[in-house]
Structure formats: C-alpha cells, structure tokens
C-alpha cells in the first residue's frame, strides 16, 4: 500500500497510511484505517509506535515521531508491498559482447537461476555481472 499522490496535501491520511503499513509489517502495532481523520484510533497507533521506538508517548505525530515513522514504512512497504517492476534500460541497439561487464547482467544472471531451478536444461549461472561463458551456455539453453 504506496501513499497515493493525492494525499500530498492530506497529511493525517498519509500518516495513516504509513501507519497501516508499519502495522501489517508489525502485528504489534493497531491496523489504522485511512480516512483523513485524526481519531482516538490514529492516536492509538502513534502512541503505540512511539512506545515501541523510545519516542516521547504523546499521541501526536510531532516532526521527530513522524520522521521515525516515515523512515520505518520505507523499510515496511519493502517486506509488505507489491513489488516495483524492474525497467531496464539499454541504448537502442545495445549488445553486450562475452567478458563483457554490466551490473544488468546480475539481474540476468539472477533470473537465469530461478529458471535454472525450474527448467533443469538450464543451467545455473554464477553472479558475476560478466556476460562469461557459464552465462552464455545458460542464455542459450
């Protein structure tokens, strides 16, 4: 559950947001509801986030608590959220030639392993981030 750019001028519902995020990473937290209102319920799971990260309990998301949060729903969104497709971009025309370098050839490499473990005429490529010649045998089979 990303912040929708439309709560960039809804802050209590941001919070909320970040809130229920931060509660499906960590069950000891209450499961806000994001609705824009600052409620006894968002209250509640400020104070209960303040507590657990040895802020000031006060119920209200004060500049430190909601510094503390927004930098905890980065790390959350990564364990409960969707994952981002990954966008490759390569110049028109671009060849990689064998030995050559690229950090896009770990992401290759990587996904030739999981297929590896599915397809067994696939043989499994180490993680070089060279287009080396395990690699080469493993893209052509």
Request: proline share 9%; charged share 20%; hydrophobic share 40%.
């Amino acid at each position: 559950m990303r912040q929708n750019e439309s709560f960039v001028s809804q802050p209590v519902r941001s919070l909320q947001t970040m809130l229920r995020v931060l509660a499906k990473d960590d069950r000891r937290l209450p499961l806000v509801i994001p609705d824009g209102i600052y409620s006894p319920a968002t209250m509640n799971a400020v104070a209960a986030f303040q507590r657990q990260n040895g802020l000031p309990v006060t119920g209200v998301a004060d500049q430190a608590t909601w510094e503390a949060i927004h930098d905890r729903y980065d790390e959350a969104l990564i364990r409960v959220g969707k994952p981002e497709p990954v966008r490759i971009i390569l110049n028109a025309g671009q060849v990689l030639q064998r030995g050559e370098r690229s950090p896009y050839l770990y992401l290759v490499q990587s996904m030739l392993t999981v297929l590896s473990q599915e397809h067994p005429a696939i043989p499994a490529p180490p993680h070089t981030g060279i287009l080396d010649p395990e690699t080469a045998a493993s893209l052509a089979a």
